[in-house]
């Protein structure tokens, strides 16, 4: 009995984690409907999987239904005390409904910041910079995989730069108001939102004018140092310049991913851990899947 009972458990085990990765590589592929499909099936064989709720809930605002994304939103955050939610861009379409304050309010609530209400903004201002990446990360697996980007990517990009111009005109408005944001008032995730808008403006000069502050936030642990060193590695190799960090990349002849040429590259390391960095090595092949190979000093 105990054997059959053991069975009958693993083949659920099975369903679930295939059902998962199914969901998942649909999704990474563009095919919304079928990780729709398979995250459902999960659902049903385990409802309190809370991660595969939520991962339905932004399919689902994906692809504009909204009703069903805010009861399966709802359903996976029980018991999540994340503010994530707030500045996943996924959920964008989400965010101009009635109920969406109810999900703001309810997160906000289940933290203890000093300054919920400037973190509030700046997650609202997080999640609009980052609309449109998942369907022009889908313009880039199209590149990868046939040589071109595809004619609906310009539209896409255009429109990208003027969300991106209203929102740092929008964000430096607000901080000029409130002062910069810090770890310790807002919160890790909103503190992140200046950084993130400064680094995706077309304009060097911005990203050049906030280095300074980005870094002193970096260094006494009241800002990320992850952002600090990719606006920094931006702005080095926009300027003609190695990068010290190795945080930007570009394409290669043969459509995949790299790092820009890095200054002293056998001495990366020590710079990265200076600020709290992970080796690149692990950080490349975790993000890019790129086999750095570290030279010996």
Same mark, same amino acid.
């Given at each position: 009995?105990?054997?059959?009972?053991?069975?009958?458990?693993?083949?659920?085990?099975?369903?679930?984690?295939?059902?998962?990765?199914?969901?998942?590589?649909?999704?990474?592929?563009?095919?919304?409907?079928?990780?729709?499909?398979?995250?459902?099936?999960?659902?049903?064989?385990?409802?309190?999987?809370?991660?595969?709720?939520?991962?339905?809930?932004?399919?689902?605002?994906?692809?504009?239904?909204? &009703?069903?994304?805010?009861?399966?939103?709802?359903?996976?955050?029980?018991?999540?005390?994340?503010?994530?939610?707030?500045?996943? #861009?996924?959920?964008?379409?989400?965010?101009?409904?009635?109920?969406?304050?109810?999900?703001? #309010?309810?997160?906000?609530?289940?933290?203890?910041?000093?300054?919920?209400?400037?973190?509030?903004?700046?997650?609202?201002?997080?999640?609009? &910079?980052?609309?449109?990446?998942?369907?022009?990360?889908?313009? %880039?697996?199209?590149?990868?995989?046939?040589?071109?980007?595809? +004619?609906?990517?310009?539209? *896409?990009?255009?429109?990208?730069?003027?969300?991106?111009?209203?929102? $740092?005109?929008?964000?430096? %408005?607000?901080?000029?108001?409130?002062?910069?944001?810090?770890?310790?008032?807002?919160?890790?995730?909103?503190? &992140?939102?200046?950084?993130?808008?400064? #680094? +995706? +403006?077309?304009?060097?000069?911005?990203?050049?004018?906030?280095?300074?502050?980005?870094?002193?936030?970096?260094?006494?642990?009241?800002?990320?140092?992850?952002?600090?060193?990719?606006?920094?590695?931006?702005? *080095?190799? #926009?300027?003609?310049?190695?990068?010290?960090?190795?945080?930007?990349?570009?394409?290669?002849?043969?459509? %995949?991913?790299?790092? $820009?040429?890095?200054?002293?590259?056998? +001495?990366?390391?020590?710079?990265? %851990?200076?600020?709290? *960095?992970?080796?690149?090595?692990?950080?490349?092949?975790?993000?890019?899947?790129?086999?750095?190979?570290?030279?010996?000093?």
């Amino acid at each position: 009995m105990m054997k059959v009972f053991f069975y009958i458990i693993m083949f659920f085990l099975s369903q679930f984690l295939f059902s998962q990765s199914e969901g998942d590589k649909h999704r990474a592929n563009g095919l919304l409907d079928k990780a729709i499909s398979a995250y459902k099936i999960e659902y049903d064989i385990y409802p309190d999987n809370m991660n595969n709720s939520y991962n339905l809930a932004c399919a689902y605002a994906l692809t504009n239904q909204i &009703d069903k994304a805010f009861k399966f939103l709802k359903i996976s955050l029980r018991n999540d005390t994340s503010l994530w939610v707030l500045a996943d #861009n996924d959920l964008y379409t989400l965010s101009n409904d009635p109920r969406w304050k109810e999900i703001e #309010n309810q997160q906000l609530n289940k933290n203890h910041l000093k300054e919920p209400l400037y973190a509030k903004k700046l997650l609202a201002l997080l999640r609009k &910079d980052q609309v449109l990446d998942y369907q022009i990360d889908m313009a %880039k697996k199209f590149y990868m995989n046939n040589g071109y980007l595809p +004619h609906w990517y310009y539209a *896409l990009s255009s429109y990208k730069k003027s969300i991106g111009k209203e929102n $740092f005109e929008q964000m430096e %408005k607000l901080v000029q108001k409130r002062g910069w944001p810090t770890i310790s008032s807002v919160g890790k995730l909103a503190a &992140d939102a200046p950084l993130l808008i400064i #680094n +995706h +403006h077309e304009c060097e000069a911005v990203r050049i004018k906030y280095l300074p502050q980005i870094k002193e936030a970096c260094l006494n642990g009241e800002g990320s140092c992850v952002e600090y060193a990719k606006i920094q590695d931006r702005i *080095l190799v #926009n300027t003609g310049k190695p990068q010290i960090y190795g945080m930007q990349f570009r394409f290669n002849a043969s459509r %995949k991913l790299e790092p $820009f040429p890095i200054y002293e590259p056998e +001495h990366v390391d020590k710079r990265r %851990k200076k600020i709290g *960095l992970e080796p690149l090595q692990k950080y490349l092949k975790k993000k890019i899947d790129y086999d750095w190979v570290v030279k010996k000093e």
